[in-house]
Structures are given as C-alpha cells and as structure tokens.
C-alpha cells in the first residue's frame, strides 16, 4: 500500500482557557468565586477591586438611589456590574449600598455601630466539659472524688451519655495490677451519682430510660409526688418502647390506668429533656448569600441580582500604564496577566448574567407558587428553562445547583424549583412539591384518634384530581420526615 499525503477539512469543539474558566465559574456557589477571586487578586497584581466609597445620606432633594449615587461618584466604571436592586436605602451601611438585608446574615451589628461576628459568639460559647468542670471545682469532695468525676466528665459524649460501662470504664483505668478492681468499681459508682447530680438534670445517664427517670426525680424533689409522676416514672422504668411505639392500650392494661390519666403522664414525659447535653454542643452554622433577590413590582414578580454577592473588579490603572508605557519584551508577562484580569472580569460578569435570566425564567414559571405557596408548584424541568434562555441544560444544571433566590416566602436553592410531575385525571400534571404540600396539610388536619394511613391520602388525594400510587405518597411522606399512621396516633 503506497503511503500518501492527504489534505482534509474537519471541524471539531476545542475549549479555550476562558471558555473553561468561564464554565468553572459557573458551576462555582458564592462562597467557592469569593475563594477563587481572592487567589486571582493576590496571583494578579493587573486585578484589583473597585473602591467603593460610602454613599452620603439620601435627602428627597437628589432622589438618587444608593446604587446612583456609588456610580457617579465612582465615574461609572465600566466595570461595575450592570444589574442591581435599585430601591432606595438612606444609610449605606456597607460599600455595596444594596437595599436588602439577608435574613441570614452572617453579621450581626450592635449598638455602636461594629461588627460582632456571630462565629465568635458561638465559639465563646462554654462547652459540656467546662461547664461540668466548674461545678465540680464547688464541690466538697476530696482530691481521688474529684480525680474520679473529672474522669467520667471526659467520657461522656455530646448528648451528655456515659456512652460506655463502668465496667469498660474500669478496664481503662487497670495500669497497676494491685488495684482492686471491685474497690474502683465502687469509687466509680459513686462518682456516677455524684455527676448525675450535677447541671443539667440528666447528665450521666447511661441510656435514655435513666436520662429521663433522673429528670423526674428532680421534678419530683421540687414539686412533691403526684399521681401524674409516678406514672411516667413507671412508664419510663417499664414500657418506654410500648410509649415510643403508640401502644397506649398495652400500656394502659399494664398499668391499670385511664386515658386522662396516661394522657397527662405522656404530657409530663414529653416535656423532659432526652439530650440534656446537646445545648453545650458546638453548632456549625453555615449562612446563605443569595445570588437573586425576588420582589413584586407592580403586580409582576421580578428576580434582580442581589449586589451583595456581586463581586465588583477592575484593572488596575497604575501598572495597566506602565504596560502601555513599555516598548521592549519586559513586559511581556504583564500582557499575559492583563489577558487574565479581563478574561476573568468578563466571565464573573457573564455568570451572573446567566443566573439573572435564568432566574427570571424560573420565577415566570413559577409565579403562582411566589403567590399561593407550596402548593401551586407547577412541574417544571430543567429542558424548559434551557429552551427558554438558549443555553444546554448541562448549563442551567450547573446555574441552578448551590444558587439561592430569596423571596417573601423565604431562601430556596434554584434548583428547588424542578421537580418531576404527577398525571391527574384530567389529563394535566402535578408537581411533586405541591403533592408534598397537600400531604402535609392533610396530615396537619387529620384526627389524632383516626390518623390518615398512605391509602386514605392517595384516595383523597384522587378526589382531588390527582393519581397517585400509595408507595409513591409513602415515598413522599418519608422525604417529609412525616411518621407512618401508628406512630402518628394520640389519646
């Protein structure tokens, strides 16, 4: 076979560094650009952010909003954002002079005007630990007491439980083979009830049964015992399970008492504490910056970009001159970052467009549920959008994943919007979230005596238009975290 060479012409799809960039960032949540943009500062001196200075206090002689005011006299760069919310604000608290506050604000402001992070209030916070350990410093015990409750201070666990036995407990403590083991045992056993007299009530509890009997005693010592006590001190001895699981009337048979009585028996234990020790816990609190703010205009609903989240960038002047200024090949790695500054200008600005129209989108379609609620959720998928907007749905899959619209109705992830649909007997669709809806209304209603089981409310749910299997709305009542009917059953 003769070898040759051959001309041929074909087209094929080659991603560009900014092209890859630009889909990164789109992909990227709030959190994740602010990361990326603050490596891009410190790697790019080209780059910087654009000072925004604080706006004077609005007086009806200008009727000018913030956001005016911070263009003019910023002399309306041109690389400002070009969507932001425009209602009025009087005070520009802050260099983005939006007039919305977030109902999560990961900032909270005092009296005089700084700053208190909420972070470090939460970290000063006095842990379990310390908090036992300050009370056993009041104490009158000696010196091996002491030794022996700050040893089961470190074993408990977050909830407060002394999650292992004294036995195991006393195995850990065996480094000298002359210990007397059933002597430890016994220090160890005092020290328990030493600590389970400690703050708060329940603490040192080796299950939940004597959690919630240590309680009792407490509420027996200060208010005297009653009748209503002593029954739930014997539920909580003997039929805790029987009570976890509804099954009043093995309950009532065992204990030779009446509805009321084991009604106000129910009350008191539900009233108890079952994790005396979770309030001392550490809570990681993550906050939500919403990309899209939904207001209603004049009688339309209207999704603006939120300018909180909008990072504001522009090249910097002092060494853009100096490269304008230069003749030779010096600076050659200059011209390179400058491309990478406007490249990435470019494609920050180009992401938030891209979530301000496809957040419109979604809200167009999604009008009724910003007007009724849950209920009136149409399905919606993410084809439609895609159709809409002119964009693949691998794009608005990555727009609307860790990106937050804030509406009256609360904070919701774009992508809470979509949702599979349900035929009705009309020939329509229901979406999955209204189905949701209705089921948690028809279980908020329901008789305590005669609670609703998955067939009731797929038949219900039938006479209402919609078909719906009885596993798919078990399905949809585990997702809302509802009990199955026997767990959900009252005296």
């Known amino acids: 076979?003769?070898?040759?060479?051959?001309?041929?012409?074909?087209?094929?799809?080659a991603l560009t560094p900014q092209l890859q960039?630009?889909?990164?960032l789109l992909q990227l949540s709030t959190l994740e650009l602010n990361a990326e943009i603050e490596q891009a500062l410190q790697d790019n001196p080209l780059l910087e952010r654009e000072e925004i200075y604080e706006a004077p206090a609005f007086t009806p002689a200008t009727e000018m909003s913030v956001s005016q005011q911070q263009a003019a006299e910023a002399g309306g760069a041109n690389e400002a954002p070009t969507e932001a919310p425009t209602t009025e604000r009087a005070d520009a608290d802050d260099s983005w002079?939006?007039?919305?506050?977030?109902?999560?604000?990961?900032?909270?402001?005092?009296?005089?005007?700084?700053?208190?992070?909420?972070?470090?209030?939460q970290a000063a916070a006095t842990s379990l630990r310390d908090h036992?350990?300050?009370?056993?410093?009041?104490?009158?015990?000696?010196?091996?007491?002491?030794?022996?409750v700050a040893f089961l201070v470190e074993a408990l666990n977050d909830d407060g439980y002394l999650a292992q036995?004294?036995?195991?407990?006393?195995?850990?403590?065996?480094?000298?083979?002359?210990?007397?083991?059933?002597?430890?045992?016994?220090?160890?056993g005092i020290a328990l009830r030493h600590l389970q007299n400690f703050d708060p009530t329940g603490i040192g509890a080796r299950n939940l049964a004597e959690c919630l009997e240590l309680q009792l005693a407490a509420v027996v010592a200060a208010t005297g015992p009653t009748p209503t006590s002593a029954l739930a001190r014997a539920i909580v001895r003997n039929h805790l399970e029987q009570l976890a699981a509804r099954d009043f009337a093995k309950i009532k048979k065992a204990l030779d008492c009446d509805d009321d009585a084991l009604r106000e028996a129910q009350t008191l234990i539900k009233s108890l504490n079952p994790r005396p020790g979770a309030r001392y816990a550490a809570i990681d609190t993550?906050?939500?910056?919403?990309?899209?703010?939904?207001?209603?205009?004049?009688?339309?609903?209207?999704?603006?970009?939120?300018?909180?989240?909008?990072?504001?960038?522009?090249?910097?002047?002092?060494?853009?001159?100096?490269?304008?200024k230069s003749r030779n090949g010096s600076g050659r790695n200059l011209a390179g970052q400058l491309q990478e500054a406007k490249w990435l200008i470019k494609n920050v600005l180009q992401r938030f467009d891209t979530i301000g129209r496809v957040a419109q989108a979604i809200v167009d379609?999604?009008?009724?549920?910003?007007?009724?609620?849950?209920?009136?959720?149409?399905?919606?998928?993410?084809?439609?959008?895609?159709?809409?907007?002119?964009?693949?749905?691998?794009?608005?899959?990555?727009?609307?994943?860790?990106?937050?619209?804030?509406?009256?109705?609360?904070?919701?992830?774009?992508?809470?919007?979509?949702?599979?649909?349900?035929?009705?007997?009309?020939?329509?669709?229901a979406s999955s979230t209204a189905i949701r809806a209705l089921i948690k209304q028809l279980v908020a209603a329901e008789n305590g005596h005669k609670p609703l089981s998955d067939a009731k409310?797929?038949?219900?749910?039938?006479?209402?238009?919609?078909?719906?299997?009885?596993?798919?709305?078990?399905?949809?009542?585990?997702?809302?975290?509802?009990?199955?009917?026997?767990?959900?059953?009252?005296?």
């Open 1 to 13: 076979m003769k070898q040759a060479l051959q001309l041929r012409l074909s087209q094929h799809l």
């Open 365 to 429: 379609r999604q009008r009724a549920f910003f007007d009724h609620g849950e209920v009136a959720m149409r399905p919606l998928t993410l084809r439609e959008i895609a159709d809409t907007v002119g964009l693949h749905e691998s794009t608005i899959s990555r727009v609307t994943t860790q990106k937050y619209l804030a509406s009256p109705r609360g904070i919701y992830e774009l992508k809470y919007f979509f949702g599979s649909h349900v035929s009705t007997d009309t020939g329509g669709a």
């Open 21 to 24: 960039q630009s889909i990164r």
């Open 165 to 188: 036995s004294l036995e195991e407990l006393v195995e850990a403590l065996l480094d000298n083979a002359e210990v007397d083991v059933e002597e430890l045992l016994e220090e160890l």
């Open 97 to 121: 002079g939006n007039d919305w506050t977030p109902t999560h604000a990961s900032r909270e402001h005092n009296d005089d005007g700084d700053d208190v992070d909420v972070g470090d209030i």
């Open 132 to 148: 036992l350990h300050e009370q056993l410093a009041l104490t009158q015990l000696n010196a091996r007491e002491r030794a022996m």
């Open 286 to 324: 993550r906050y939500i910056l919403p990309d899209v703010v939904v207001r209603k205009t004049r009688g339309n609903w209207v999704a603006s970009l939120n300018s909180e989240a909008m990072p504001r960038l522009r090249i910097n002047r002092l060494y853009a001159d100096i490269l304008q």
């Open 457 to 491: 409310i797929a038949e219900v749910l039938g006479e209402q238009g919609i078909v719906v299997a009885r596993r798919t709305v078990a399905k949809y009542r585990e997702s809302l975290s509802i009990p199955p009917v026997n767990l959900r059953k009252t005296l």
